[in-house]
């Protein structure tokens, strides 16, 4: 998820420098933006139309976007959680992605089995978890619950990158 981890690093800076582009990016466009191409990507995950990493890139990326529009405007000007979100996510990918998607070639092959029952199980298909994502956008009084649906959502994007083929 390189265009993820790049915009979480690029929101952090643009916050933490008080940049003039944070106004700009707090704007109808970028939520109704943001909300259209992560809509139109949960859909195409449903129907198996795009592949699976690039899904969720754009998805994670364009929910980051319309995540700080809709948010941003609601929280008092110096709110850390628009500094520390962002940065915890970009750790996050980076750290999964290092310690476990890279290292899948050192996976026992029961474990491997055993995540890709997980996976047909169908209790976390992507598509499932990238809706909830989108409904917490809209419970700000509940702000922990965005970053934990996320959380989940790079935790289901680890389990995808292990399993794809070396």
């Known amino acids: 998820m390189p265009i993820f981890v790049f915009l979480c690093f690029a929101l952090a800076l643009i916050v ?24 139109a990507t949960v859909i195409g995950n449903f129907f198996k139309r795009l592949p699976e990493t690039l899904s969720y890139d754009i998805f994670a990326s364009s929910t980051l976007l319309a995540w700080f529009a809709y948010w941003k405007p609601l929280f008092v000007k110096d709110s850390p959680i628009f500094f520390f979100f962002p940065v915890y996510f970009a750790l996050m990918v980076a ?8 290292q899948r070639h050192r996976i026992d092959r ?21 809706t909830f994502v989108l ?11 965005f970053p934990v649906m996320m959380t989940l959502l790079i935790m289901r994007y680890t389990l995808s990158g292990c399993l794809k083929s070396k």
């Open 135 to 145: 409904v917490t956008l809209y419970f700000e009084d509940h702000f922990l619950q």
């Open 16 to 39: 933490q420098t008080a940049s003039s582009l944070q106004y700009m990016i707090v704007s109808d466009i970028f939520i109704y933006g943001g909300l259209a191409i992560a809509i």
């Open 95 to 102: 750290f999964v992605t290092l310690f476990f998607i890279e």
């Open 110 to 130: 029961d474990s491997l089995k055993s995540m890709q029952g997980i996976v047909d199980s169908s209790v976390v298909d992507p598509w499932l978890i990238m």
